[in-house]
T-cell receptor, first 116, second 112 residues
Framework: EPEVTQTPSHQVTQMGQEVILRCVPI?????FYWYRQILGQKVEFLVS????????KSEIFDDQFSVERPDGSNFTLKIRSTKLEDSAMYFC??????????????FGEGSRLTVL | AQSVAQPEDQVNVAEGNPLTVKCTYS??????LFWYVQYPNRGLQFLLKYITGDNLVKGSYGFEAEFNKSQTSFHLKKPSALVSDSALYFC??????????FGKGTRLHILP
């Protein structure tokens, strides 16, 4: 069964460092998302991406965050200068359909980011 | 704005008993509702969805959910709980801008 894969599974970084989290969505999916979850609690929307551009972003997704689809398979989340409060589990998700035909999201296993 | 509420932080059920995890929604227009499950140290897994049609929706692992328009609810149910059902359950709604918004989650404990 096709799945969303994420790397790394865990990254520890120093405050102020840049971090790139990588995701390989399901191959025929066209809509991509990043969510984050702090301490196993609420899952918060960060950004959605379609047709090589951001569709929507939340208040959390400030200028320190960026997303990119550098090739036909990867979807990356970059945090330019990490803060302590960026420590969380980051989930990538993809969906085959969007808009009025939108269905369920398929999630990766997550990348745990620890900022020291 | 579309939103969902899960009034219970935790639900405890004895193995073999029926379980219900509650969810209410607030949407304008027709709701697109979902349930996801998260096992420890794992990603979210899709359980079921309501888009249109029958109010009783059947999903994975024997779960089902009942859409109730008058009560604006979408409770998750299972007739007979298993210990392996213990996990974190999220109700969710897809909003007009295409993203899925999650509730705060309900931790389900099935007691052997």
């Amino acid at each position: 069964e096709p799945e969303v894969t994420q790397t790394p599974s865990h990254q520890v970084t120093q405050m102020g460092q840049e971090v790139i989290l990588r995701c390989v969505p399901i191959s025929n999916h066209l809509y991509f998302y990043w969510y984050r979850q702090i301490l196993g609690q609420k899952v918060e929307f960060l950004v959605s991406f379609y047709n090589n551009e951001i569709s929507e972003k939340s208040e959390i997704f400030d200028d320190q965050f960026s997303v990119e689809r550098p090739d036909g398979s990867n979807f990356t989340l970059k945090i330019r200068s990490t803060k302590l409060e960026d420590s969380a589990m980051y989930f990538c998700a993809s969906s085959e359909f969007g808009g009025r035909n939108a269905g369920e999201l398929f999630f990766g296993e997550g990348s745990r980011l620890t900022v020291l | 704005a579309q939103s969902v509420a899960q009034p219970e932080d935790q639900v405890n059920v004895a193995e073999g008993n029926p379980l219900t995890v509650k969810c209410t929604y607030s949407v304008s227009g027709n709701p697109y509702l979902f349930w996801y499950v998260q096992y420890p140290n794992r990603g979210l897994q899709f359980l079921l969805k309501y888009i249109t049609g029958d109010n009783l929706v059947k999903g994975s692992y024997g779960f089902e959910a009942e859409f109730n328009k008058s009560q604006t609810s979408f409770h998750l149910k299972k007739p007979s709980a298993l210990v392996s059902d213990s996990a974190l359950y999220f109700c969710a709604v897809r909003d007009r801008d295409d993203k899925i918004i999650f509730g705060k989650g309900t931790r389900l404990h099935i007691l052997p």
